[in-house]
């Protein structure tokens, strides 16, 4: 069973997480990791702390030489702002709670919820949490699964599809395709036009003090069919990727396949036919289904789609209220993007990793990569025969 | 720690469910939960199962004179089918292994790939579990999860907004409004026009052999701030609630709030402002957010929509591959539904229920109904003074 | 992931567990379970219920044709004296509330801390679900449990090594053998001479109104090295084995191995040296680890021992407090037996083959026992080369 | 719900553990952890490393001025070693992994089954996370349990009762006179003469090249009646805290109360009667079930008690095999300790305190310390009266 927590502040002294069962012998570098944490921190849009940080993971544990051990890794990525914090944040009794208190929690954040549950006074302590920034662990521990994944042959490709009205065809072609077509494009956007549109309209709302959200869409090809489960509900593959998708910050909607398209599409023209032939085994010419058919991978591509809101943080701040005066104010503003998507593409890819990931260490178990790989041969070999 | 597991099989004996985690003293009956079970066999478009079977549970433990006694709840809703499927789907040796063999998978189903995942030869073996009558276990499970969320004042509307083409407004008013008309509507459709049309439309498909899917909304009103968390993903109520309504056979998207329609809105148009009233608290005049912010509630209703693709099991059969003989053939047709969103927005509501239940029951404690009420009104009554 | 929820009152209609997670493809019939139902009954020293009613599963779900599906098993086992109780323990609200309160206490039950727990007039409430019958259901599951490990090759072998005074030398030889001793004995205590002594200590202790206690020992045969884990606490197999036996009720002390006879014996001579030969692989000569080291199998048979304190209903009845009027009194009297010790040992032999086969699934993976067995050989055969 | 994960190798960088679910509000301060870190370095008997490191704990993340703030609390504790490891066990390419390699497994550690398991070369990489020097990690994740219950007022005090053949009386009197009694003791056993006579065993078995196990005892004081729950086995505190302390390394027997003698003490001599007086509430004036009567604490303090084996690490080392020869060899010797039972009861009430915390939250609920304690005096308070 695959598990992993994360933890640490916005501005405190590093991000962490904890990733418990995954297989000794996987080949896992530090420089791996780090690939993904600054394509994380890409994307046009970004403000100001994307360029003062770089992120670079440390393996504190569970690799050795290049290989991990079977035992728990730790990762750590240091917040290199800490210095210019460490005295507001502080774990020990000198720190200064009086300093950059926040009373006014802004629309669209956990601050005023956040508060309210926990009984704080300084919203910093929920914004220091809820931040977007703890998604640099969630990325990490999205890139040990990744790796994970291309040792057997399944790998993922991320794109942005659409940013405030700006929407884009989302790229066909081999996943090496699309990703180095995104990965050229500022917004991670494949189609040239839109990419170029998208940038114009990042650069229109950032002018006119607003921001901008979209959609993002992640595939995962090489997928045997069987992954996940139909037999009980919370082992199903969607169910848990829409979990995994969802709990990003700032996702408001996930979808597989032609998702939302679906409602308003007869029976026989939503499904994917099925054939076969010796060479494939069973295919499907069509992936309406998005790779996935009863909660369980089909063979196809998953296909996932997310929809980002626009940053809540506006230079032109939403009325709020204070919370120690309850008097109407302006929302408090702290340093922020215009435009995440392209970040949020590169989570996304993260947790679908993740998600594929346990997935398949469900089904084919193992402690050694050596194993695992073993059984996943076996079984593929079996399914392309169409043997039961 | 709020747990369920279901069983059975969809021609089997019974389905089951066992609930674990449910405080001492809550008022329960059978009545109660058959309520539930008849709306889910309800809508127009359903097959002819429906109208054989009226499901009634049986509290088989965890009740006492109808009241719970903290101790596991069993249900068991009888298949009255079973007495004509007793000889096929017998648990013994005496089953017919060999009669009503399907092996003609189905596009859009589980078939295929739950055939290649457990290596089956009678694809039956898969679709007796992967049916959607699995969800009569879903929907007792969330009907207890229903009466735990009266007690604290919390409930629940359902309505059906799209079926094919036919888009409603989502009505608006108090929930009792909002069911009483939903449940006026053959499909659950409070605006009545709107509801002629989907029924229109229902038979236009039923005439062509086709079927249609929808989106469906449901409404939880009376949610305290602070349900949920922003501190660790897997614990936030937007990724919990997801992952539960995806799981609904057929789910392939899910939206929060306004959802997807937030990609195109600038930020300033995108939030809901904050207010103060010494009588109301905090409070929003906008829900764009459907309740939930950085995973919380926010203390405004929680609004999610999910589609539903048509069902696949279509008169005109899609094309397919004998698994046997590895020929093309027409996909298996067993007796099915034109449209099943009605019946799936009375699942969403359960699997809506049992969540929030979930998440009021960690964040409050309590081993009695009685212990649980009281730290829940403590609770709301800081919150509505402002007080942290 | 193997889990199971079980459900049931000592009085109520019946009691149930659903299993999910067991692969498909494994043999399974409902004698196969009763046979173990039946040893639960079985045992010197029982009272009179266990004369009454002789427990039946009734499978509900998860099985055809006597091979498991790959869905929950949903398994009932009714209480013969149901009828009996139907009025007092109804779910509904005719249940007579007012009849057999019990409102006095049973020093070393649940009684008095459950009724504080949850708010409880009625004593009732908490020994109907408290009571040893609950067994009943986790008996069951293990027999699943079981049946699965015999299809690795792995066999329980559970035996009665002391009640009260009485103490016997464990059976050595081979599982086969200490099983047909045990069963043979009324006692399941395969010394002969232990067993007539054994007995008449009940004889003795059933005269003076009083009850025993023992000790039973459970090992587990054919385990290959690797089960379990060092890497996390709560993926230790001897962590999940302690939890499992020390969670029947009446069970006061676990021990692995020497156990607590490993206090006074110095390093020199408390641990197992370590040999290999090409046939056999590694192996050792002794077994003072009990099979387990570091928390991981190493090869040797599984060695677990619990003790059971003696029956807390007392036929001479302890001094107790009636809860509704403060009083002194005795501690209330339900029928109950003199020593349970034997049926703890058929108890304890299922619980532990649930924890083996839960780890074999985690090590192994497979949907099917076809997969799982393929990799259990490949392991094997490695492991006995030597060959890492 | 808390949960935690740890991580890091005896040799690596640090040890680490995230802890998640402990409320908000709770003070906390590295001196605080830090004195249970140092109580696991002493004890008589423990070898060198002790002695060049001495532990401190570096909160990374949530927690700020001294109080948590409800977000995972990071903590890491340095290998002070690690400069002279650092390429031994390098995560990246350099490492040298020819180096210092083991191939000589240990009897009575995990170092055969691990490398069988994990089919590694190198037993280092098993031995590095199979060392008790993860238990690190578990004191720190224990001493912030053990503060949470101080704010309940409940709280900890152990002891070791016996070293090789040295058996002391436990001590009885407050948890204070306890604990500092054991303080005052070398080898933590509050009774002199023992202690003393515990200190010379040692050193017999230093000098004999052997080494030495025993028993230890962990009270918990001031714990309410209600906690854990006899609903489902896996909720029962009794089961939940032998897990805990079997998974702690060595440890080879668990018991609870009375526990092993148990087994021949009739039913009339095994209880604790019920008395109740205005002032106290419920009583008892013997405390044989240790605290815990089905599954559940009844009041008095808890009472676990658990046996260490001697290290395997013998200077006169053991016969093993060497995996890369099949020759029959000396088993491996690493620097270790004499006698580690002194250092186990640390651990032991680390544990322990971790369980009575997870068990806290889960019946009082509550997002910070202000509502839980609110909760927990109200339904003590209860309690004391008799109410239900």
Same mark, same amino acid.
């Given at each position: 069973?695959?598990?992993?927590?994360?933890?640490?502040?916005?501005?405190?002294?590093?991000?962490?997480?904890?990733?418990?069962?995954?297989?000794?012998?996987?080949?896992?570098? %530090?420089?791996?990791?780090?690939?993904?944490?600054?394509?994380?921190?890409?994307?046009?849009?970004?403000?100001?702390?994307?360029?003062?940080?770089?992120?670079?993971?440390?393996?504190?544990?569970?690799?050795?030489?290049?290989?991990?051990?079977?035992?728990?890794?730790?990762?750590?990525?240091?917040?290199?702002?800490?210095?210019?914090?460490?005295?507001?944040?502080?774990?020990?009794?000198?720190?200064?709670?009086?300093?950059?208190?926040?009373?006014?929690?802004?629309?669209?954040?956990?601050?005023?919820?956040?508060?309210?549950?926990? %009984?704080?006074?300084?919203?910093?302590?929920?914004?220091?949490? %809820?931040?977007?920034? !703890?998604?640099?662990?969630?990325?990490?521990?999205?890139?040990?699964?990744?790796?994970?994944?291309?040792?057997?042959?399944?790998?993922?490709?991320?794109?942005?599809?659409?940013?405030?009205?700006?929407?884009?065809?989302?790229?066909?072609?081999?996943?090496? !395709?699309?990703?180095?077509?995104?990965?050229?494009?500022? #917004?991670?956007?494949?189609?040239?036009?839109?990419?170029?549109?998208?940038?114009?309209?990042?650069?229109?709302?950032?002018?006119?003090?607003?921001?901008?959200?979209?959609?993002?869409?992640?595939?995962?090809?090489?997928?045997?069919?069987?992954?996940?489960?139909?037999?009980?509900?919370?082992?199903?593959?969607?169910?848990?990727?829409?979990?995994?998708?969802?709990?990003?910050?700032?996702?408001?909607?996930?979808?597989?396949?032609?998702?939302?398209?679906?409602?308003?599409?007869?029976?026989?023209?939503?499904?994917?036919?099925?054939?076969?032939?010796?060479?494939?085994?069973?295919?499907?010419?069509?992936?309406?289904?998005?790779?996935?058919?009863?909660?369980?991978?089909?063979?196809?591509?998953?296909? #996932?789609?997310?929809?980002?809101?626009?940053?809540?943080?506006?230079?032109?701040?939403?009325?709020?209220?204070?919370?120690?005066?309850?008097?109407? #104010? %302006?929302?408090?503003?702290?340093?922020?993007?215009?435009?995440?998507?392209?970040?949020?593409?590169?989570?996304?890819?993260?947790?679908?990793?993740?998600?594929?990931?346990?997935?398949?260490?469900?089904?084919?178990?193992?402690?050694?990569?050596?194993?695992?790989?073993?059984?996943?041969?076996?079984?593929?070999?079996?399914?392309?025969?169409?043997?039961?």
């Amino acid at each position: 069973m695959l598990r992993y927590l994360t933890a640490g502040e916005s501005h405190g002294q590093a991000l962490l997480t904890i990733i418990e069962g995954m297989p000794a012998g996987l080949w896992l570098t %530090a420089d791996y990791i780090d690939r993904q944490l600054e394509r994380r921190q890409g994307g046009y849009g970004r403000g100001a702390r994307q360029r003062i940080e770089r992120d670079r993971v440390e393996i504190l544990s569970g690799v050795r030489g290049g290989f991990t051990l079977g035992s728990p890794i730790a990762l750590k990525i240091a917040n290199r702002d800490w210095e210019n914090w460490r005295e507001i944040m502080n774990p020990g009794l000198e720190a200064r709670l009086d300093e950059r208190v926040i009373t006014r929690p802004r629309p669209g954040h956990a601050d005023l919820a956040g508060a309210l549950k926990y %009984a704080f006074y300084d919203l910093r302590n929920v914004l220091e949490r %809820a931040s977007a920034r !703890e998604t640099v662990a969630r990325v990490a521990a999205g890139a040990v699964a990744r790796r994970f994944l291309e040792e057997l042959g399944i790998t993922l490709a991320g794109q942005v599809v659409q940013i405030g009205e700006v929407k884009a065809v989302p790229a066909e072609g081999t996943p090496e !395709e699309i990703r180095s077509q995104a990965d050229a494009s500022p #917004v991670y956007c494949p189609d040239p036009q839109a990419s170029a549109a998208m940038v114009e309209a990042i650069e229109r709302a950032e002018k006119a003090g607003d921001t901008l959200g979209g959609i993002f869409e992640v595939r995962v090809y090489g997928v045997p069919p069987g992954l996940g489960s139909y037999v009980h509900w919370d082992r199903r593959l969607d169910g848990r990727l829409a979990q995994a998708v969802m709990s990003i910050p700032g996702i408001k909607g996930v979808e597989i396949g032609l998702g939302f398209a679906l409602a308003s599409l007869p029976g026989s023209r939503a499904h994917d036919e099925i054939f076969y032939s010796p060479v494939q085994g069973y295919y499907r010419v069509t992936n309406r289904a998005g790779g996935l058919e009863g909660g369980v991978t089909n063979g196809e591509p998953i296909v #996932v789609r997310a929809v980002m809101k626009p940053i809540p943080t506006l230079r032109k701040p939403l009325r709020s209220v204070d919370m120690f005066t309850k008097e109407p #104010v %302006a929302a408090a503003y702290e340093r922020a993007d215009v435009c995440a998507v392209p970040a949020a593409c590169v989570i996304g890819e993260a947790v679908v990793a993740w998600e594929v990931a346990a997935a398949c260490l469900e089904k084919f178990g193992g402690d050694t990569m050596a194993e695992l790989k073993e059984s996943f041969l076996r079984y593929k070999t079996r399914i392309r025969r169409g043997e039961r």
